[in-house]
């Protein structure tokens, strides 16, 4: 609904336009009419004044040089016969300066004399003035002798104007009529013009308003023999139809949509059903992945575990063979001896000689169980850290010499040099375990990936304490960096550059994990190709000390 603040109508608009136009008109015209009438009217009575004034005074030329006035006093009655003469003076000059006096004068019936007009004379000299708020009107002409051209004195004539007034106001009646009049009439024809107009806009808007209260849209507006409203009526029309194929459209779409409600009420419960079904296998789906995850990281845990029991098995071999070796030489010295004991035929060389040998090889013994036994503890500790879950209390440097001690079976047939940077003195108590498997995992990589095309490089392993309860592990290598594609991905499951030549593409997600799920730390990376990686890592500890 719009606002109704307007209350105009097109009538009374039209009506009110068409007046003031006709009003303003008329008022101009009939000013301008009335001012050239009074102008004209005006102009006449000066004019026959001044005719007047000149007869006046060429006449009595003749009668100053008399002593007497009656003979011009006679002349002067003569005007009783223009009945807008009032007065009529005649003034004789005097020598001098002296001011004229009065000769003779005529005086209309019931008009008093008049004086003192001496002073106005030359101010009045054929100039016409209005007097007493238009009712008369005064003038004044010099006498001269028509043969000397000597002034002889003033005529001063008083005329009515009466019969101007009386013009001027029939005038101005006429007009104020006459435009009242034409005013009714373009009243009247306003009224009629505006009928004849609004009524075709009224007949529309009646139907338009009939139309929109029934929704009739299949109604049509009759046509009008006005052109602009014709054209009304038509665009309409055209509205009105484009509207009707639209309710149709919508009335179709809607039976439509009905149809596919109904339908799709039967598809969803459908879809529903087969989405639960989905979600249930998905969820199964899901717990196996994740189920062959941790059968796969922990196969990897356990492939690493025994590469690294290969390893250490090959490298305890060695020593307890070099023991054997000499274990199996004393034996037999020991037999010669004992025969040549027995025989009695032992001499003091060569009991010396055994005994020097017996030496060299029991520290050949000592060295090699005693290798043997290193390589053994440091692998138990290892493994169980591997296996453990548990938290204890450990020295950071010794941790990872014992990691890199199991690792050297691996390590020893390399030139790679790995730098320690570690308080000797920290201890913290932590979880050993993922400690571990990360430092393995990162340690290979750098070796398989980082140093695959190098004959020596570079690892440093460096331990801080950050905070109180947090440690920082940073781990580099001078390696060939890794790519920004494998980098972005480099925690994803799966990811390897080894696709197809052993790598399972789990040690770096199994370090991700360990990181944040095992030691509820977070790692983070910058690499750029040919520059080598940087792993730092930090995570809670408790209990952490060093000795000062």
């Known amino acids: 609904m719009t606002d109704k603040v307007v209350k105009l109508t097109i009538k009374s608009l039209f009506i009110w336009v068409v007046m003031s136009i006709t009003t303003f008109s008329l008022a101009v015209l009939s000013s301008l009419t009335v001012y050239t009438q009074i102008k004209t009217y005006r102009h006449e009575l000066e004019s ?11 006449s009595s030329a003749m009668y100053l040089y008399d002593e007497t006035p009656e003979r011009i006093e006679l002349a002067l009655s003569n005007l009783a016969a223009a009945d807008h003469v009032l007065n009529a003076h005649v003034y004789k000059a005097l020598s001098g300066n002296l001011e004229p006096q009065i000769f003779a004068s005529y005086n209309k019936e019931g008009q008093l004399l008049l004086g003192g007009k001496e002073n106005q004379l030359a101010s009045m000299f054929m100039t016409p003035q209005l007097a007493d708020n238009g009712q008369y009107l005064e003038l004044s ?26 013009l001027v106001g029939k005038s101005i009646w006429l007009n104020l009529a006459v435009a009242l009049a034409l005013l009714a009439i373009s009243f009247y024809f306003a009224v009629r013009m505006q009928r004849i107009v609004t009524g075709p806009v009224e007949d529309i808007a009646n139907f338009l308003q ?38 149709q459209k919508q009335r179709q779409a809607e039976e439509q949509h009905r149809k596919l409600n109904a339908s799709l009420e039967d598809m969803v419960s459908h879809r529903t059903t087969a989405l639960k079904d989905a979600n249930q296998e998905l969820i199964q789906t899901l717990e196996k992945l994740h189920q062959f995850q941790r059968q796969i990281v922990q196969n990897e845990k356990m492939a690493s575990l025994g590469d690294m029991v290969a390893g250490v098995a090959h490298e305890v071999n ?15 010295r020991l037999a010669v001896i004992q025969k040549d004991f027995e025989n009695k035929t032992l001499k003091a060389s060569a009991m010396k000689r055994f005994l020097d040998e017996s030496n060299e090889n029991l520290n050949i013994i000592y060295r090699n169980l005693n290798r043997a036994a290193e390589l053994i503890s440091s692998f138990k500790q290892v493994a169980v850290d591997q296996t453990s879950e548990s938290s204890r209390s450990f020295c950071v440097v010794q941790l990872v010499n014992e990691i890199l001690l199991s690792l050297q079976p691996r390590l020893k047939k390399l030139k790679h040099n790995i730098n320690v940077d570690c308080d000797p003195t920290l201890s913290v108590e932590t979880k050993a375990g993922p400690i571990n498997q990360i430092l393995i995992n990162l340690i290979m990589n750098s070796v398989i990936h980082g140093f695959e095309t190098m004959d020596e490089g570079t690892i440093d392993i460096r331990a801080e304490m950050v905070s109180s309860n947090k440690l920082k592990l940073v781990y580099t290598d001078n390696g060939k960096g890794i790519s920004p594609e494998i980098r972005k991905r480099i925690f994803d499951p799966f990811v390897t550059t080894k696709r197809g030549q052993g790598g399972s593409g789990l040690g770096m997600h199994l370090v991700y994990n360990l990181v944040t799920q095992a030691l509820n730390g977070s790692i983070s990376i910058t690499s750029e190709e040919g520059n080598g990686v940087e792993f730092v890592i930090i995570f809670p500890v408790v209990n952490a000390k060093t000795s000062e």
Do not use: C, H
């Not at 002409?141 to 007034?165: C, H, M, P």
């Not at 046509?223 to 009526?233: K, N, P, V």
């Not at 060695?318 to 037999?332: E, F, K, N, R």
């Open 48 to 58: 026959n004044t001044l005719m007047l004034a000149k007869l006046v005074a060429s």
């Open 141 to 166: 002409a010099k006498v001269f002798d028509t043969e000397t051209n000597i002034q002889l004195g003033w005529i001063y004539l008083r005329i009515s104007s009466e019969n101007f007034n009386e």
């Open 210 to 247: 009939r139309t929109s209260r029934q929704r009739d849209y299949s109604a049509r507006a009759s046509g009008s023999t006005i052109r602009e409203l014709d054209i009304l009526a038509d665009a309409v029309n055209v509205m009105l139809f484009r509207m009707q194929e639209y309710m």
């Open 318 to 332: 060695t020593p307890i063979g070099l023991g054997v070796t000499a274990s199996t030489m004393m034996l037999d």
